[in-house]
């Protein structure tokens, strides 16, 4: 059996295994993976080519290498022997307690279970306790919710359930699943080393189970965790680990991972998605938008991480594209914390801010933990001068994820616009630490420094370089590093950085004061360094301007003639437009 061949039939039994179980999102994600990898050709049918995008120009664009079988990424693969069902417990009070389960009568399934004692049977009743608990703790949590939906309500069930697990697993009676579940209790308790003890057995023995592979990535928070873990090398840790680089910030690393998986799942919407991520986090918004435009053609009703497609639209200001994918999801699900951002974006974008938090508070109903909208409800409460609103929405983000760049950076900007530049140097300095490579908050971080209260000009000079090394895309660094290099005195470094600056509003065909400004400095630069004919070319541009400009450029035009003996009869109105 080929090793494509070997993927898929794996893939076909832990779908039914999954699923069986009620781990539904892990099933929906083996499903995708599965029809993700390459078909046979001679078996295609018209019914099918949708999925044939081996030819299309994404595909050509982003892969990098033609991986064409498992073993991925270089690893030997270690097979694993698939899970064998406990044939004693499926009977009529397992299949009775699952349609209690799928009808999410949680309890009822629990206790329908409560006499059985097959590995099973005991899963699906903890399993069902579990979700049971956390059903009982979000009623809690719309009864007792404090300011921005903040509540103290905890799943009741983790007790017990982490006394039964843990001593089936001492006992070695747990199956892979049953260790996913104690994992996923342990750390919601707070035992995180534990957790990840207890959730390396269930995916090392069990490898199919995305769920326990997304708890794990949860709990590696640094690199020295991820490489600590002593994982079988089996295909599906190369999507654990494309996925926790990325989490990490390592996203060329994300990128390599995910372009050699493409080998074998070549037709995966989940991988596509997950290279526009990188990209996105790489702000690459051009081939971001490209690969997003591609996933719509395939997957019309796709809602999954279309709010990362809204951001981009956004940023560009794609008024129509952004407005036709707000419509899109509205019709598709508008009761998805996705479909809300989007709408929210759009309205945001039209600068309709009060309606835009409307559609945020919505998405927070539906996901309390929705890192997205409460970063962007952060920056229309900024847009609103709703200050402490918007200082608690950034900090509710950073509670869910003390990883995300944008609130840390939206916490900066809040206490830079109160006027407590301390307290935004601080933040800043947490964000671009999270994202070294995002211009702005190099950008951010130089403006406090050059605040009358830090009034640190050498630190500011460092942050602008940095900017400019991060490829500025709004061309502010190297003006405000030009006119920085003059107060501090360095004449050749503010020429220097003037030039470049007006080489670039040339390249982009822009005008306004800042090319004025460096005009002028640059003539008056030259002039001071006896370079007669570069400072007439730059006085001569600015005779095309009005206002003072103009005037100093033909009194500069005046001292150069008498000074320099090359311009006897030169008649400054010459340069007069």
């Known amino acids: 059996m080929s090793s494509k061949e070997s993927c898929k039939s794996e893939l076909r039994t832990a779908i039914h295994q999954l699923s069986d179980r009620g781990l539904y999102s892990a099933s929906k994600w083996a499903a995708e993976q599965l029809v993700g990898i390459e078909q046979d050709p001679a078996k295609f049918t018209p019914s099918n080519t949708r999925f044939q995008r081996g030819s299309s120009s994404i595909r050509r664009r982003f892969r990098t290498n033609e991986i064409t079988s498992t073993p991925i990424a270089g690893v030997s693969y270690v097979s694993t022997p698939v899970m064998e069902e406990d044939e004693v417990v499926v009977g009529d009070f397992y299949l009775l307690a699952k349609s209690y389960f799928d009808c999410r009568e949680y309890r009822r399934a629990s206790h329908v279970l409560r006499d059985q004692t097959g590995k099973k049977s005991v899963f699906l009743r903890c399993y069902a306790l579990y979700l049971a608990g956390e059903k009982r703790k979000e009623e809690e949590m719309i009864e007792l919710e404090g300011p921005l939906g903040k509540s103290d309500a905890v799943n009741r069930e983790l007790v017990s359930l982490e006394r039964e697990l843990s001593t089936l697993r001492k006992n070695g009676t747990i199956d892979p699943f049953g260790l996913y579940l104690y994992g996923l209790v342990l750390k919601e308790k707070g035992s995180e080393t534990l957790a990840r003890t207890v959730l390396v057995e269930s995916v090392n023995s069990y490898p199919w189970n995305w769920n326990a592979w997304s708890e794990l990535q949860s709990l590696c928070t640094t690199v020295d965790t991820l490489n600590s873990l002593n994982l079988n090398n089996h295909w599906m840790k190369d999507f654990f680990l494309a996925s926790a680089y990325q989490e990490l910030r390592m996203h060329n690393e994300s990128l390599a991972k995910y372009e050699c998986l493409q080998g074998t799942f070549g037709f995966s919407n989940y991988i596509q998605a997950q290279i526009a991520k990188a990209r996105y986090s790489l702000r690459e918004f051009e081939q971001v938008e490209a690969i997003f435009e591609e996933l719509l053609r395939n997957d019309p009703f796709r809602v999954e991480d279309m709010d990362m497609y809204s951001n981009v639209l956004y940023s560009k200001e794609c008024f129509s594209a952004l407005s036709f994918l707000a419509h899109r999801v509205f019709q598709t699900d508008k009761y998805r914390p996705e479909s809300c951002c989007i709408i929210g974006n759009y309205y945001s974008l039209k600068g309709q801010h009060e309606k835009s938090v409307v559609y ?218």
């Open 360 to 577: 945020f508070r919505r998405a927070l109903k539906l996901n309390k933990n929705y890192l997205s909208a409460w970063t962007l409800m952060g920056h229309e409460f900024v847009e609103m001068k709703n200050i402490p609103a918007a200082v608690d929405a950034y900090r509710r983000a950073v509670d869910i994820n003390p990883c995300d760049y944008r609130a840390w950076y939206g916490l900066g900007q809040t206490y830079e616009m109160m006027g407590m530049p301390y307290y935004a140097l601080h933040y800043f300095r947490k964000s671009v630490f999270l994202q070294p490579s995002d211009y702005r908050v190099w950008i951010a971080m130089a403006q406090c420094y050059e605040t009358d209260q830090l009034l640190m000009l050498e630190e500011a000079d460092k942050c602008y370089r940095r900017a400019v090394k991060c490829d500025d895309r709004e061309a502010i660094a190297l003006h405000r590093l030009a006119k920085l290099q003059c107060e501090l005195g360095r004449r050749d470094e503010a020429a220097y950085y003037y030039k470049k600056d007006l080489e670039r509003m040339e390249a982009e065909e822009r005008e306004g004061p800042n090319m004025v400004e460096a005009l002028l400095y640059l003539a008056k630069y030259y002039k001071a360094e006896k370079r007669f004919e570069e400072s007439e070319a730059y006085c001569t541009r600015l005779l095309d301007y009005t206002g003072p400009e103009k005037e100093t450029a033909k009194s500069l035009l005046r001292g150069m003639r008498t000074s320099q003996s090359s311009f006897p009869s030169m008649d400054v109105e010459h340069f007069a437009p």
